[in-house]
């Protein structure tokens, strides 16, 4: 459609500038300055006209082309939080099943036109199954670099950086009346990357994204009921985790931008402690997100 609307354009021009010519003495219509001065003008609205065509793609601010270039602007402030309704799974049968739990997750960060930015990202999940004979706190602090850039119609993110990482486990046994558990805090590097794909002008786009950590801790603590911690040195935690989903975007209040996702999120936690029967704890479930870009 916008091939005919610039085809039309060109071809009124081009009949208004005939035109002209007939009503120009002949001295003047074979003139070189007289058709470079019709020629420049003519270029000159044709740029018009396709400027104007390139600006209905991203009128009321529903396309990706808007998202990218025109919202935000070429350095942004980015701060956002999620709630990830996400189940343990534990693997032990002797012990009742976790319930969904609904976690918190924010972040803010700062992206630079290059697309270089800087992230902080904050998670936390500390709830006990149903018979209360286990109780989880899992906590991360992310630190990343970022790096945005851009594939055919892709949208791409890389970042590492370093993640803080808290364990701690308590386990209940009943039939013994004894509790004992652990602590482990570590730190260490983490690595991942974020995809976006536009599907179409409303807004609407297929994300995903991966992370991989590996923590260390100089001593773990272990705690049995009557007795003192009993540490361990040199220990190490791998963290894998991602999310895939869809998301809609919306330019608000001319600056700013409003990023909505629906997300299922997996977590898989290896504590390097065989302290279970299955060292693994893993986290699945439904992530929904908001976030504002500006």
């Known amino acids: ?80 939080g999620e709630v990830a309704v996400l189940k343990p799974f534990v693997g032990l049968p002797a012990f009742q099943a976790f319930d969904y739990e609904a976690t918190p997750r924010v972040w803010l960060g700062y992206e630079h036109g290059s697309g270089l930015g800087a992230r902080a990202t904050y998670w936390q999940f500390d709830n006990s199954n149903p018979d209360g004979t286990i109780d989880l706190d899992f906590r991360t602090l992310d630190l990343d670099v970022t790096q945005r850039g851009q594939f055919c119609n892709w949208d791409i993110v890389v970042f590492g950086g370093l993640r803080y990482g808290k364990i701690g486990v308590t386990e209940f046994v009943p039939q013994e009346e004894r509790e004992f558990g652990f602590v482990f805090e570590g730190l260490g590097p983490t690595l991942g990357a974020e995809v976006r794909r536009p599907v179409g002008n409303r807004g609407w786009a297929l994300v995903g994204n991966v992370r991989g950590s590996i923590l260390f801790d100089d001593r773990l603590s272990i705690r049995e009921e009557g007795e003192g911690p009993a540490p361990i040195n040199d220990v190490s935690a791998t963290v894998w985790q991602t999310q895939l989903g869809v998301e809609w975007s919306r330019c608000i209040f001319g600056s700013s931008h409003l990023v909505v996702r629906a997300l299922y999120e997996a977590q898989a936690w290896n504590m390097g402690v065989d302290f279970f029967e299955d060292a693994n704890v893993n986290f699945g479930g439904p992530t929904f997100t908001v976030g504002i870009v500006r």
């Not at 019709?38 to 006209?49: D, H, I, K």
Request: aromatic share 12%; net charge negative.
């Open 1 to 80: 459609m916008r091939k005919w609307i610039s085809f039309g354009a060109g071809l009124t021009v081009m009949c208004l500038a005939t035109i002209a010519n007939a009503q120009t003495p002949s001295s003047d219509l074979y003139s070189y300055a007289s058709y470079a001065n019709r020629v420049e003008t003519l270029e000159r609205e044709l740029a018009q006209v396709h400027a104007k065509l390139a600006s209905y793609g991203t009128e009321g601010g529903n396309s990706a082309k808007a998202y990218d270039d025109n919202c935000c602007g070429e350095s942004s402030w980015f701060v956002g």
